[in-house]
C-alpha cells in the first residue's frame, strides 16, 4: 500500500526545498474552521484491506454559512458518509444536518466536534471518528509523504469563486472500522486515508457542476483531475504527485462528458451520473479506463440539491505509455 513513497512525516518532508509554484496556502495554519468563507470543508476518504476485504469508506463534514438564508441552507452543517465493501458488493451512504450551536468548531487549532463525529488533531496525529448504525469509523491518521497542492498554488478560480484546496493523499491509519458489527483492525499498513481541505466563498444562486476522481496509480503516483460544467475560467485542470514529491499540471485533457461511455440514473434522486470513462491524458501519453465497482453509489442528501456520486472505481490503461492498475474515487457534483 506504500511502496515508493516517502515514509517520513510529511510535516518533516515538506520543510525541504521544493520546485514549482509557491502554495498559497499554509499545511498547518489553515486546518482550522475559517467562519468568514460561505462554505468550510474538510474531506476524508479511507481505503482498508484487511481479512479478505476491500473496504472503502468516506466521511465528510462542511460547514455552508451563506451570506443571506437560501432555501434550508442558512448556516448549517453537513455531515456526510459512505461506506462500501468491494468483496461483497455491500454499500451504505447517508448525511445529517446540524446547527451551529450543536457544533464545537475551534478556530485557534483544529477541533471539529459533531454529536455523531470528530475531527482534531493535526497532520502528525489526528483523530477521525464517525459512528453510524451501519458501521464506525474510530481511527488515527499520520500523514506521511507529500502533499497536493492543486494547480500548485492551491487557490483557482471556479465559477467565479476563489477556491483554496489542498490534499494529503496518503495518511497512515490505525484504530478499528466497524461494519455491520464486524471490526476490522487497522494497522497502518493495512489502511490509507486521503484527506482534502477545501474552503470558498461560493456563489449559492447559480447552479454548478463538476466532477473529480482521486486516482491511485499502482506506482504509487497520484492523480487529482478535476472537471466542471458552466461558465468558470478554469473549465478543468489536473495535478500528478510524483514519487519524489514533486507535482505537475496540465489542462490539456478529454473532457470528461466526452470521455463517460456510460450513465446510471438515481431512482432516489432522479440524478443522472456518469460511471464509466476513457480518459485521454494527452500531456503524459496516457489512457485511463476508470469504472465505479458498483454502479449505484450515490449519497442520497436529506436535502435533495444536495445529493452527489461519491463512487469507489478501479482504473486501469496506460501512464505515460506504461501499463498500468490503481483505484479512484469519483465525485459527482449537481447543485
Not at 30 to 44: A, C, M
Not at 109 to 133: H, Q, R, T, V
Not at 139 to 164: C, K, L, N, Q, W
Not at 299 to 314: P, Q, R, V
Amino acid at each position: 500500500m506504500y511502496e515508493n513513497l516517502n515514509l517520513n512525516l510529511m510535516t518533516e518532508n515538506v520543510k525541504g526545498e521544493r520546485l514549482g509554484v509557491v502554495p498559497q496556502v499554509d499545511l498547518c495554519g489553515d486546518l482550522p474552521r475559517k467562519p468568514d468563507y460561505t462554505i468550510d470543508s474538510w474531506f476524508v476518504i479511507g481505503r482498508v484491506e484487511e481479512a479478505g476485504h476491500k473496504i472503502n469508506y468516506l466521511f465528510h463534514i462542511m460547514a455552508m454559512h451563506p451570506p443571506i438564508p437560501v432555501e434550508r441552507i442558512a448556516k448549517k452543517w453537513q455531515v456526510c458518509f459512505s461506506v462500501m465493501d468491494e468483496t461483497t458488493g455491500y454499500y451504505h451512504a447517508g448525511d445529517h444536518f446540524y446547527g451551529e450551536k450543536e457544533i464545537q468548531a475551534e478556530e485557534n487549532y483544529f477541533s471539529l466536534k459533531c454529536p455523531n463525529a470528530e475531527m482534531s488533531g493535526d497532520w502528525d496525529k489526528m483523530k477521525i471518528y464517525l459512528k453510524e448504525k451501519e458501521f464506525v469509523i474510530d481511527t488515527e491518521a499520520t500523514a506521511i509523504h507529500y502533499p497536493v497542492f492543486t494547480r500548485g498554488s492551491s487557490v483557482f478560480d471556479v465559477f467565479g469563486m476563489v477556491v483554496h484546496q489542498m490534499s494529503i493523499p496518503y495518511m497512515k491509519t490505525v484504530g478499528t472500522l466497524t461494519v455491520k458489527g464486524r471490526t476490522y483492525e487497522l494497522n497502518g499498513e493495512n489502511a490509507t486515508s486521503w484527506f482534502d481541505r477545501q474552503w470558498q466563498k461560493q456563489n449559492f444562486k447559480i447552479k454548478t457542476a463538476w466532477s473529480w476522481m482521486a486516482i491511485y496509480l499502482d506506482n504509487g503516483e497520484v492523480l487529482s483531475v478535476f472537471d466542471a460544467e458552466g461558465e468558470t475560467d478554469t473549465p478543468r485542470f489536473m495535478t500528478v504527485l510524483r514519487n519524489d514529491g514533486s507535482l505537475s499540471h496540465s489542462t490539456n485533457f478529454k473532457p470528461l462528458a466526452e470521455a463517460q461511455t456510460r450513465t446510471w440514473t438515481s431512482k432516489a434522486s432522479g440524478n443522472t451520473y456518469a460511471t464509466r470513462w476513457d480518459l485521454n491524458l494527452y500531456d503524459y501519453d496516457s489512457t485511463l479506463h476508470v469504472e465505479p465497482v458498483v454502479e449505484q453509489q450515490e449519497i442520497k442528501s436529506d436535502m435533495n440539491k444536495l445529493s452527489k456520486y461519491e463512487g469507489s472505481a478501479t482504473v486501469t490503461g496506460t501512464f505515460e505509455g506504461k501499463p498500468v492498475t490503481g483505484r479512484a474515487t469519483i465525485e459527482i457534483i449537481m447543485i
